[in-house]
């Protein structure tokens, strides 16, 4: 028996029905035919943490959908110094278009599901529908202010708020499949101790003494050194100092 749902699912193609990006992320604003000529150009993968996704001043090819894990964004110096200046999460959009070559460099922190397409497929799309190019105008703006409001966390936060602020960001965000927690959570950390003290501007021995001091106040528990329980969003909020 066909159902209202398979009708109206009957034009999408198989590759996007069950994806997240297609219902929160830029694929939102495209109907089922675009979504059709998009699939056909696309391609999906899963890598590995520490794999390269985006070289820092590498020619742009292709762009891609995050469908699940942490992606970081860094930024390098001419002496080979690097520093990470954002995170991304499914179902960020991972890429500049009508750049020539990236500005950041990006690599999987997790295990890591991306959706991919070709540069030329995406930009000629944007030129044909205005609701693409305008809801990836949105995520940039959205970007913007988060880079924003880390300013402020690094430039004018303690110690502790700025661990604090780094676990409720990850608690809200590294499962995009479920709703928004309202209580506890758990989540693994999808940083290493040394990249969270590059993110949040600390030595690792200040991370590791903070995470110990909201282990030891109760508001978190940390089990196996990477699984994190937070006991209670609001109290974790609480030392965010916002």
């Given amino acids: 028996m066909t159902t209202r749902k398979d009708i109206h699912n009957s034009d999408i193609p198989v590759l996007c029905q069950s994806c997240e990006a297609r219902h929160g992320g830029v694929c939102a604003a495209l109907d089922n035919h675009q979504l059709q000529a998009l699939s056909k150009a696309s391609w999906k993968r ?23 894990g942490v992606v970081k964004l860094t930024k390098g110096l001419s002496d080979g110094r690097q520093q990470i200046v954002g995170l991304q999460f499914a179902p960020d959009f991972l890429g500049r278009p009508f750049k020539v070559e990236s500005r950041l460099g990006a690599e999987a922190t997790t295990d890591v599901t991306l959706c991919s397409f070709p540069k030329a497929a995406v930009e000629r ?18 970007e913007l202010d988060d880079a924003r409001d880390w300013m402020v966390t690094l430039g004018r936060k303690t110690a502790g708020e700025k661990v604090a602020s780094f676990l409720l960001l990850i608690a809200r965000n590294i499962d995009p499949a479920s ?45 196996n050194n990477r699984h994190v329980i937070v006991e209670s969003l609001e109290r974790l909020e609480l030392r965010c100092g916002d």
């Avoid at 799309?125 to 959205?142: D, F, I, N, V, Y």
């Avoid at 990249?195 to 089990?223: N, P, Y």
């Fill in 125 to 142: 799309m944007m030129k044909e529908s205005p609701g693409l190019e305008h809801r990836l105008l949105q995520q940039t703006l959205a």
């Fill in 46 to 68: 899963k890598v590995e943490p520490g794999t390269e996704l985006v070289g820092d001043a590498e020619a742009v090819g292709s762009y891609s959908n995050v469908l699940s």
């Fill in 179 to 223: 709703p928004p927690p309202a209580e506890k959570t758990t989540f693994d950390l999808p940083l290493t101790r040394a990249d969270i003290a590059d993110f949040l501007g600390l030595t690792i021995e200040t991370v590791s003494r903070q995470l110990t001091k909201l282990r030891a106040d109760g508001v978190i528990t940390i089990e």
